[in-house]
């Protein structure tokens, strides 16, 4: 993700296909430029480019329960809690619980707008 104005790198984002027709969000902004609402736009784009360009019925993303700002993110984007996983993710020296949130193809659809 670079800013529009001065082409600065302030993150990244990608959509991890690991078995055929299903995606895996993700993102990350560097520090100093959270709460812009990047996060938010970037999460939109890559779900539409998701179902619209590589065609996928479904998208996931898993976040720490405890990273309630991504929640939001993936709330605005569209997205439903779907699960709750118990000491899911190994990270910084410590087990984590994650929550599960998707969306599918006949959701994305029928919120278009063209
Ligand atoms: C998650 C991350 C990408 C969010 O970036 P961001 O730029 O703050 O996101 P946005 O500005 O688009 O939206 C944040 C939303 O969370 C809200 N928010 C901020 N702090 C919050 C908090 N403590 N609790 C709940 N919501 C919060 C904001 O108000 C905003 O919602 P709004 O538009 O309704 O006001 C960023 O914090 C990050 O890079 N974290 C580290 C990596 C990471 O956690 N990646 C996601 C893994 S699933």
């Known amino acids: 993700m670079t800013q529009k104005a001065d082409g600065a790198l302030v993150g990244a984002g990608d959509i991890t296909i690991l078995k055929p027709g299903e995606g895996d969000l993700g993102y990350m902004l560097r520090h100093d430029v959270w709460g812009k609402g990047y996060a938010s736009e970037v999460a939109s784009a890559l779900i539409d480019a998701g179902f ?10 898993t976040v720490s329960t405890e990273n309630t700002r991504s929640m939001r993110v993936l709330e605005k984007a569209g997205m439903r809690w779907e699960a709750h996983y118990r000491r899911f993710a190994q990270a910084k020296g410590r087990w984590w ?18």
């Open 97 to 114: 619980d994650c929550h599960l949130y998707a969306t599918s193809r006949p959701e994305w659809e029928a919120t278009r707008r063209d």
């Open 52 to 61: 619209r360009d590589l065609g996928l019925n479904r998208i996931f993303s």
